[in-house]
């Protein structure tokens, strides 16, 4: 079933590109995200980092509508995601840290199954996908079976997949793991070209460098919860270091016990 595209008149173009408020999620007594709050804005590249079992992937599965939070809100440019999911996935996308393909389409084939499946029409899909598939250097191998490509190669066809409807809202889970420096190169100069073009991306990595060159803003989590958020130098400012990259800063202010408790308080 095809699911016509949301247009820019049918979400509020002045509300946050993302506004979560009190989410919370727990698998049997395991809290995994502790009432986090969070606002984005249009055009707003951030970066959410914390230790493995912060809460990261559980709250952006959250947001892409993968997973029911527990209780809180979630809205995306005014659409709320929990009360009308296929509305809000309808300009978002969500890119997992494996990437997931049918194997047995080429390239070309996945591009034009996954328009069809946002029910953007065949000619402009046809334009975008040429476009994806050249920015990212995939042009050749745009009929090779999917099957034969290496972990690099695949993010890339999954990235193109999920920016084929045009999302205003992208997520991604760790996009750069297990891929070398050239293939995370075409990928981190995608994403800045999205942003620049009034994009809102919000993604996890555990490459500090990554977010220390690409975020407006980095968010930390520390047990589910948001424990200190702003510019680098903000950040700094906060763990006392006022010339410390973002690996010193992270390390100050996920050792200090106070930083989850002005969360609390």
């Not at 949301?6 to 506004?19: E, F, K, M, Q, Y």
């Not at 899909?125 to 099957?147: N, Q, S, T, V």
């Not at 942003?195 to 690409?214: K, P, S, Y």
């Amino acid at each position: 079933m095809k699911m016509a595209l949301t247009s820019v008149a049918d979400c509020d173009t002045a509300a946050p590109a993302l506004h979560v408020s009190a989410l919370r999620k727990t698998f049997g007594t395991a809290v995994a995200v502790d009432r986090m709050d969070l606002r984005l804005a249009s055009g707003e590249f951030y970066a959410l980092l914390g230790h493995n079992g912060a809460g990261k992937t559980t709250t952006l599965r959250m947001i892409a509508g993968l997973l029911p939070p527990d209780t809180g809100e979630i809205r995306i440019f005014g659409v709320d995601a929990v009360r009308a999911p296929l509305e809000a996935r309808r300009i978002t996308a969500w890119l997992p840290d494996e990437p997931m393909l049918y194997d047995k389409l080429s390239p070309l084939e996945y591009l034009e199954f996954v328009a069809g499946l946002w029910g953007v029409e065949p000619g402009i899909a046809e334009r975008r996908a040429a476009d994806l598939l050249d920015i990212l250097e995939l042009k050749a191998h745009r009929h090779a079976r999917c099957e034969g490509f290496s972990r690099g190669m695949k993010q890339k066809v999954a990235l193109a997949g999920a920016l084929i409807h045009e999302p205003r809202l992208i997520m991604l889970d760790e996009p750069l793991t297990g891929i070398d420096a050239s293939v995370a190169r075409q990928v981190k100069d995608l994403l800045t070209a999205r942003v620049r073009a009034g994009a809102t991306i919000i993604l996890t990595t555990h490459i500090l460098e990554v977010a220390e060159r690409l975020a407006d803003r980095i968010g930390i989590v520390v047990q589910g919860r948001l424990a200190a958020e702003g510019t680098l130098d903000e950040l700094r400012t906060r763990a006392g270091n006022g010339k410390g990259t973002l690996e010193d800063v992270f390390l100050s202010l996920t050792r200090q016990p106070a930083a989850t408790d002005a969360v609390a308080a």
